[in-house]
């Protein structure tokens, strides 16, 4: 008993001493999230990095619906060194809309914490002729084919929230996939692709210049910074709207003292007033989730989409 004991202390002692140090280094986060994520990620980092005692390097990998940061992380050592933040288009849409996949939201990541809420919304270019969205809808009846909609991508939440309302609204409109959501600005201020669904965060600066305007508000539930704006759930009963939230993800297997460390970090400057509000003016709303109930919400999300995915008959791409 005596020698079961003493190798099991021998063989803990590393990951013990590990995460006692740590971090020893800076700190590598891949983005797998443009605009308001890119926000949020460097001023949680410029906030964190003191508190822990390193840098946090923020590397955008945005490609691809987010898949190529996530199995960069999926892959890395699972030494604290290598973090994600992601949403869920990364971890929860795409592997229910995409056929080949190189992770397993499941099995590749350690939860670190949620952070909170990107709120997402419906745009069209300021020529489009419709300005909410029982107009939207309308014109697309009487157009059907003829109206296309840009997200970020192939199995992101912003596709599958289309996607939903094209089954439940009778609507047929056609999806025009983006690498990044600045790109998906460009087009619908151009007018190539005359609607967008997107986070409020990416558009701001356009609507403010004028040059695209806010359809309507991707949830059940309006936005407090526009009230007026009404909601998809309000022109559709029964409308379940994705979730959209962005967290902080580690390797599998990462040490519990490490992501304890990160963790609480996390979840101290995403409370800071000040970064609450700045992160708010640009539409994330702060809800922030410690690891042990994050993980319950990602089963609960997946089984979600699942469902979505069935009742609307959606077959991966």
Same mark, same amino acid.
């Given at each position: 008993?005596?020698?079961?004991?003493?190798?099991?202390?021998?063989?803990?002692?590393?990951?013990?001493?590990?995460?006692?140090?740590?971090?020893?280094?800076?700190?590598?986060?891949?983005?797998?999230?443009? +605009?308001?994520?890119?926000?949020?990620?460097?001023?949680?980092?410029?906030?964190?990095?003191? !508190?822990?005692?390193?840098?946090?390097?923020?590397?955008?990998?945005?490609?691809?619906? +987010?898949?190529?940061?996530?199995?960069?992380?999926?892959?890395?050592?699972?030494?604290?060194?290598?973090?994600?933040?992601?949403?869920?288009?990364?971890?929860?849409?795409?592997?229910?809309?995409?056929?080949?996949?190189?992770?397993?939201?499941?099995?590749?990541?350690?939860?670190?914490?949620?952070?909170?809420?990107?709120?997402?919304?419906?745009?069209?270019?300021?020529?489009?002729?419709?300005?909410?969205?029982?107009?939207?809808?309308?014109?697309?009846?009487?157009?059907?084919?003829?109206?296309?909609?840009?997200?970020?991508?192939?199995?992101?939440?912003?596709?599958?929230?289309?996607?939903?309302?094209?089954?439940?609204?009778?609507?047929?409109?056609?999806?025009?996939?983006?690498?990044?959501?600045?790109?998906?600005?460009?087009?619908?201020?151009?007018?190539?692709?005359?609607?967008?669904?997107?986070?409020?965060?990416?558009?701001?600066?356009?609507?403010?210049?004028?040059?695209?305007?806010?359809?309507?508000?991707?949830?059940?539930?309006?936005?407090?910074?526009?009230?007026?704006?009404?909601?998809?759930?309000?022109?559709?009963?029964?409308?379940?709207?994705?979730?959209?939230?962005?967290?902080?993800?580690?390797?599998?297997?990462?040490?519990?003292?490490?992501?304890?460390?990160?963790?609480?970090?996390?979840?101290?400057?995403?409370?800071?007033?000040?970064?609450?509000?700045?992160?708010?003016? !640009?539409?994330?709303?702060?809800?922030?989730?410690?690891?042990?109930?994050?993980? +319950?919400?990602?089963?609960?999300?997946?089984?979600?989409?699942?469902?979505?995915?069935?009742?609307? +008959?959606?077959?991966?791409?």
């Amino acid at each position: 008993m005596h020698w079961m004991l003493l190798l099991t202390s021998l063989l803990a002692s590393p990951m013990a001493s590990q995460a006692q140090n740590y971090p020893a280094k800076p700190i590598r986060l891949v983005l797998t999230i443009s +605009g308001g994520g890119d926000l949020t990620a460097r001023a949680l980092g410029d906030k964190m990095g003191p !508190a822990l005692g390193a840098p946090i390097l923020v590397e955008v990998q945005s490609a691809a619906g +987010g898949a190529l940061g996530a199995s960069t992380v999926a892959r890395a050592a699972p030494d604290g060194y290598t973090l994600l933040f992601a949403s869920t288009s990364t971890m929860i849409m795409r592997p229910f809309l995409v056929k080949e996949m190189t992770y397993d939201t499941s099995k590749d990541f350690t939860p670190i914490a949620k952070v909170g809420e990107a709120i997402a919304a419906i745009f069209a270019s300021s020529a489009f002729p419709a300005n909410n969205f029982p107009e939207l809808i309308d014109y697309a009846k009487r157009n059907p084919g003829k109206v296309s909609y840009s997200s970020t991508g192939i199995g992101t939440t912003h596709h599958l929230s289309g996607l939903v309302i094209e089954q439940m609204s009778g609507i047929n409109w056609v999806h025009v996939p983006y690498k990044t959501g600045p790109q998906a600005v460009q087009d619908l201020v151009a007018g190539r692709t005359p609607v967008s669904i997107g986070t409020v965060s990416t558009f701001t600066g356009m609507i403010s210049a004028g040059k695209a305007k806010l359809i309507a508000i991707n949830s059940n539930e309006r936005f407090s910074e526009t009230p007026s704006v009404l909601t998809i759930g309000e022109s559709l009963p029964g409308y379940d709207r994705p979730a959209g939230w962005m967290a902080y993800f580690g390797p599998a297997g990462l040490p519990q003292a490490i992501s304890r460390r990160v963790e609480a970090e996390i979840i101290k400057a995403a409370n800071d007033p000040g970064i609450k509000a700045k992160l708010l003016a !640009a539409g994330i709303v702060v809800d922030t989730v410690p690891a042990d109930s994050f993980v +319950g919400t990602i089963k609960r999300d997946l089984a979600l989409v699942a469902r979505l995915v069935r009742s609307a +008959g959606i077959q991966p791409e």
